[in-house]
């Protein structure tokens, strides 16, 4: 016999050989996992044409609904469970309790290395997934890169790593996204009571444009130049953000002063 898959010899009896049995495990794993985004998107409101630059989180119900995705939920669910029903040999009424419930039994099945159309499935499975990265937002692409500077509007928007320029979808505005980056630092300061961990400070301002590193903001707090107020669920230290941006902009000012009388 010959894996399915990478064509390499096997032992009998068995469709997949190990390393593609995993691999196959993991797609359907990953699939489990798209299940929620997917719902996520069906709401058209939100995301008007799928893959979109920006994307607004409204508090009113989801209204019309995309069809495709709905398409893509319904095809997904069905072959989740005829897969799921063929390896557990079960009659064609069991039910589950949900997609994720079939595609999980799927994997946990000693069947499936044994399964005459694995790879079947696995080219099926494999255009679903293509299908679904097209659909949902992908985590990695886009990310929540502040609230709009609008003061009347102020929804939270979100931007492709790429994009330079973001147009509010509510208030039409056209922001760059620096701007839009800063003004959440600027937010966060200005409200006097924010806090965060080093690390998250670090990251905000960081996204800002104010270079700096969690490990600076611990060595302040060690050099008792900072003060903590508190810790978080995971006992990490919180810090004002108004209390770093005082010490950062401080910095700056100081190594900025350097240079001048060095250049004069
Ligand atoms: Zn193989
Ligand atoms: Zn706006």
């Known amino acids: 016999m010959n894996c399915q898959h990478c064509h390499k010899p096997i032992e009998d009896q068995y469709t997949l050989c190990p390393t593609c049995e995993l691999a196959f495990t993991l797609l359907i794993l990953r699939l489990a996992t798209f299940t929620?985004?997917?719902?996520?998107s069906l709401d058209s409101t939100i995301h008007p044409g799928g893959h979109q630059p920006t994307r607004t989180n409204l508090p009113t119900p989801p209204t019309p609904i995309r069809l495709e995705v709905l398409d893509l939920i319904d095809i997904l669910d069905s072959t989740a469970c005829e897969l799921a029903?063929?390896?557990?040999?079960?009659?064609?009424?069991?039910?589950?309790?949900?997609?994720?419930?079939?595609?999980?039994?799927?994997?946990?099945s000693d069947h499936l290395p044994r399964f005459a159309d694995a790879e079947l499935y696995w080219q099926t499975f494999t255009r679903l997934e293509k299908?679904?990265?097209?659909?949902?937002?992908?985590p990695e692409e886009t990310r929540i890169i502040g609230r709009c500077p609008n003061r009347?509007?102020?929804?939270?928007?979100?931007?492709?790593?790429?994009?330079?320029?973001?147009?509010?979808?509510i208030c039409n505005n056209t922001w760059t996204v620096?701007?839009?980056?800063?003004e959440w630092l600027r937010q966060l300061v200005q409200e006097g009571r924010k806090t965060g961990t080093a690390a998250e400070c670090a990251k905000a301002f960081t996204i800002s444009g104010i270079n700096l590193q969690r490990k600076t903001i611990n060595k302040w707090a060690e050099r008792q130049k900072l003060t903590s107020i508190g810790v978080d669920s995971s006992q990490h230290a919180l810090y004002r953000y108004a209390d770093v941006y005082r010490i950062?902009?401080?910095?700056?000012?100081?190594?900025?002063?350097?240079?001048?009388?060095?250049?004069?």
Request: aromatic share 2%.
């Open 152 to 169: 009347l509007c102020g929804i939270q928007l979100t931007a492709p790593n790429t994009a330079i320029t973001i147009t509010c979808p």
């Open 248 to 264: 950062a902009t401080r910095k700056s000012a100081k190594r900025l002063d350097k240079n001048q009388s060095v250049a004069a």
């Open 131 to 138: 299908r679904i990265l097209q659909t949902i937002d992908a």
């Open 178 to 182: 620096k701007e839009v980056k800063s």
């Open 85 to 108: 029903r063929w390896l557990e040999d079960s009659d064609q009424e069991t039910a589950f309790t949900s997609i994720q419930d079939a595609l999980i039994r799927c994997t946990e």
């Open 36 to 40: 929620e985004p997917l719902k996520a």
